[in-house]
């Protein structure tokens, strides 16, 4: 199994409607084979001190995936290359982790 954690950061305000972009392209990534887990997540409420908060510009997709073959072929999908289309000049930062299960 693969994991990845990509952290975006929009640009100031656009956070919501990067969201509703996501959102929209949602069912196309979970119909793709290998695809277990497709989400995104933003800072919880209520979290104290023990909170490294995101910002409201920010949000994490979490991801798992069956396999690297499957995540490789979700990055060159054209509904992804589409969603990139319409949401690359909303978009400040992004940062990418893919991770395996520690052993």
């Known amino acids: 199994m693969i994991h ?3 952290t ?10 990067v ?10 990534v979970h119909a793709e084979e290998g695809c ?4 995104p997540a933003v800072d919880a409420e209520g979290a104290g001190r023990i ?3 995101l910002g409201t510009d920010t949000f994490v997709v ?11 072929a979700h990055g060159v999908a054209p ?5 990139a289309a319409k949401t690359r000049e909303m978009i400040a930062n992004r940062v990418i982790h893919v991770l395996s299960p520690a052993a």
């Open 8 to 17: 975006i950061t929009t640009k100031p305000g656009l956070r919501d409607a």
């Open 79 to 83: 509904h992804m290359a589409a969603y």
């Open 51 to 53: 909170q490294t908060a």
């Open 62 to 72: 979490i991801e798992k995936w069956a396999d690297m073959e499957a995540l490789k």
């Open 19 to 28: 969201l509703a972009e996501f959102r929209a392209n949602m069912p196309a």
């Open 36 to 39: 277990i887990e497709y989400g």
């Open 4 to 6: 990845v954690l990509a």
